[in-house]
């Protein structure tokens, strides 16, 4: 029988709860919902906030985040990387992982090539930190344009696109640190008329030439043995009242499935922007997205990795979530480009934005990469073509 605190809606959340975190000068930064983009990158603006070790141009770290990016992306001052990354950095990507920061150049010099006409406007920065610990930012981009040139697309199709990516960016002294990029190249792909099938496929050689294999230890860590999962949520990355409660809902609906609780957590209104571009309204339409995921990849776990939010200037409360969720293509579900169920073993890294207002979900924005995903698929059974083939070559 489930137990009551599962079922029934927690507690509304404390909007305000996010103003608790230690936010210096914090109600003076700037938000992105409401501003031209020249009043984001103000001219002669005093600095909001203490950003010790920045350059002098940035008067609050949202201004850092939207300023430096449309430098470095649209201005096409590429170069400015050097000065605001480190030769460190690591930035973890759908699709792999880089350990310095000239792979980061080179990668933005490829991405400018198959993509000169893209224009990424800041659709919102969620943050928390100071300049004496570091800032992390969570910087929600929708980026439109056209396939006009040859490249990592193959050869250029004309036509248009739009698509959303979120950046989690760890910022100290004016460089970023660490990133982690999540792309939604699905929705590209499809608007560019590209087949699907073959292009995952294509990728999925590639590593596969490049000596990498798909690892799949069996277990997902949803559930110990035959216990079932976790009755709780580990909420100790949360700050504040309103975090805290995101995780719990979180945990309650993609661990252990009670999605009857999206209908406390969300309000009837909500409109949902999802991947693929897809937007959609009412707690139905997000429920469906849920199942959809989840049906696909039905042992998967759903592990948070980092929250912070920020009172929002539209009200309420503006949370941003960056999580994991790993499991296997055991269902059907509304991946349609999976196809029939393979086993193999999937790890979906998404971004989640959440708008509260009078306790509930206004608006979600999640944003996951559909393709990375099949690439999995297709490079675990790519490996298995591979090593029937060797064990057939030893006798």
């Known amino acids: 029988m489930a137990k009551q605190d599962e079922t029934s809606a927690s507690a509304a959340p404390t909007e305000t709860a996010s103003k608790s975190r230690s936010r210096p000068g914090g109600d003076d930064v700037l938000q992105s919902e409401r501003l031209d983009f020249t009043d984001l990158v103000p001219e002669n603006r005093p600095r909001a906030q203490s950003m010790q070790g920045f350059d002098d141009c940035y008067t609050d770290i949202v201004d850092y985040i939207v300023r430096c990016t449309h430098k470095i992306w649209d201005e096409r001052d590429v170069g400015l990387i050097y000065t605001h990354y480190t030769h460190n950095c690591v930035l973890y990507g759908t699709m792999g992982t880089m350990y310095n920061r000239e792979d ?10 198959s993509l000169p006409e893209r224009r990424g406007m800041a659709t919102q920065v969620i943050w928390s930190g100071d300049d004496r610990e570091g800032f992390y930012t969570s910087h929600l981009v929708t980026g439109s344009g056209r396939h006009s040139q040859n490249g990592h697309y193959g050869p250029a199709t004309g036509r248009r696109y739009a698509s959303r990516t979120v950046a989690d960016c760890m910022i100290y002294a004016n460089k970023i ?10 929705a590209i792909i499809r608007q560019l008329g590209i087949d699907v099938d073959a292009y995952a496929t294509k ?36 700050s504040n009242d309103i975090e805290r409660t995101t995780l719990e809902w979180l ?30 309204y009412g707690v139905t339409s997000v429920t469906h997205q849920v199942i ?6 039905p042992d998967a776990v759903f592990a948070p990795q980092h ?16 999580w994991i969720l790993e499991g296997h293509h055991l269902g059907y579900g509304g991946v349609e480009s999976f196809g029939d169920p393979t086993g193999k073993q999937v790890q979906v890294m998404g971004m989640s934005h959440f708008h509260y207002k009078d306790g509930r979900i206004v608006d979600e924005w999640t944003v996951y990469d559909e393709l990375s995903m099949l690439v999995q698929i297709k490079l675990a059974q790519l490996a298995d073509v591979s090593a029937a083939m060797d064990l057939t070559d030893d006798f």
């Open 251 to 280: 945990h309650a609906v993609w661990n252990r499935k009670m999605f009857g609780r999206l209908r406390s957590v969300y309000a009837p209104t909500v409109m949902y922007h999802g991947p693929l571009m897809k937007e959609l």
């Open 307 to 322: 929250i912070c939010s920020v009172p929002c200037t539209e009200g309420g409360t503006k949370v941003a979530v960056r």
């Open 104 to 113: 980061v150049v080179r990668d933005t010099i490829q991405r400018l090539v």
């Open 177 to 186: 640190y660490r990133e982690w990029v999540v792309a939604d190249q699905m």
């Open 292 to 297: 959809g995921l989840i049906g696909a990849l």
């Open 203 to 238: 990728l999925a050689t590639a590593k596969l030439s490049q000596g990498l294999s798909a690892l799949d230890i069996g277990e997902t860590g949803l559930m110990l043995g035959q216990y079932p999962p976790a009755e709780t949520a580990d909420t100790s990355i949360a």
